[in-house]
């Protein structure tokens, strides 16, 4: 499978536990961001990696939220202590960018992990 | 800083009618502008974008959409809906000077009737 996989799919929790998820972007993009979607809205941005590099976080993104991009590879997102209002999809996409201000390039989308908190 | 916005969150065609989705944008740089679309549980595909060049920029199932900058708006249309285009669709606005980091409206909800 050559696309953006994410694991895992769905995850119900329940309130002040921690959760992590990961996402396995295209092998040879160089760019992984991490968006969040709650229902009736569009993604909004948490955070983005040129290879291991964390380049920027979104203010959205709290002290509860930490993400990792060992190796330049696949990368984790981290909710501590979670909250009722954490509940929405978290999205994954990968590209391949040539410099931190290069030219765009197109976002893959991987299928989204859907957290609950209870 | 960027935003989109969408007018309509839902939308209902016949099958066979046009689709018309409206988008407007803002931007302080030139914009990539994008259409996505969303099925249930399913992550976001890219159907259409504009970057650079020619204005009218068709993608994948019968899409299309103008750039036209005098407006801010990016509309997606299709002439004939099908029964499977029923989705959210989303539009997006990225700069070539923020490393592709995007930014979403609310999405349109298109329903699509027999």
């Known amino acids: 499978d050559t696309g953006v996989s994410q694991d895992p799919r769905h995850k119900i929790t329940k309130r002040g536990q921690n959760v992590t998820f990961r996402c396995d972007p295209i092998s040879e993009h160089n760019r992984l961001y991490w968006y969040r979607q709650t229902l009736g809205q569009g993604p909004e941005f948490l955070t983005y990696f040129q290879n291991e590099a964390q380049l920027e976080k979104s203010r959205l993104l709290s002290d509860r939220f930490s993400a990792e991009r060992p190796k330049g590879s696949f990368s984790t997102l981290e909710i501590q202590r979670t909250e009722q209002g954490d509940s929405a999809m978290y999205l994954c996409a990968s590209s391949l960018g040539q410099g931190r201000y290069s030219s765009y390039n197109e976002q893959f989308f991987g299928p989204g992990t859907r957290l609950t908190v209870l | 800083a960027q935003s989109v916005t969408q007018l309509g969150s839902h939308v209902s065609v016949s099958e066979g009618a046009l689709v018309l989705l409206r988008c407007n944008y803002s931007?302080?740089?030139?914009?990539?502008l994008f259409w996505y679309v969303q099925y249930p549980n399913q992550g976001l595909q890219l159907l259409l974008k504009y970057t650079t060049g020619a204005t009218l920029v068709k993608g994948i199932n019968g899409f299309e959409a103008e750039f036209k900058k005098s407006e801010t708006s990016f509309h997606l249309t299709k002439p004939s809906a099908h029964m499977s285009d029923a989705a959210e669709y989303f539009c997006?606005?990225?700069?070539?000077?923020?490393?592709?980091?995007?930014?979403f409206g609310d999405g349109t909800t298109l329903t699509v009737k027999p």
């Open positions: 931007s302080s740089v030139p914009p990539y």
């Open positions: 997006a606005v990225s700069a070539n000077t923020n490393a592709g980091k995007s930014t």
